[in-house]
């Protein structure tokens, strides 16, 4: 039997709170894996840090 906190963030965090959430760790992360590991910590994966329905914007040329 789990307690009431250990409902997983995919089943109470909106689409827009995960993107955020999503996007937060791979600021924060010092590398892909760590990043990947943190997702993983969160429920989380690399997709829903995506925007959806927005065109991605455009990098300028360095």
Same mark, same amino acid.
């Given at each position: 039997m789990t307690a009431p906190?250990?409902?997983e963030f995919d089943q %109470? $965090?909106?689409p827009e709170q995960r993107r955020k959430a999503a996007?937060? %760790? $791979?600021?924060?992360?010092?590398?892909?894996?760590?990043?990947?590991?943190?997702?993983a910590m969160l429920g989380l994966t690399a997709a829903d840090g995506l925007s959806k329905g927005r065109p991605a914007r455009k990098r300028r040329a360095a």
């Open positions: 906190h250990d409902i %109470v $965090a909106p996007r937060a %760790v $791979a600021t924060l992360a010092t590398d892909a894996e760590d990043c990947a590991q943190l997702l």
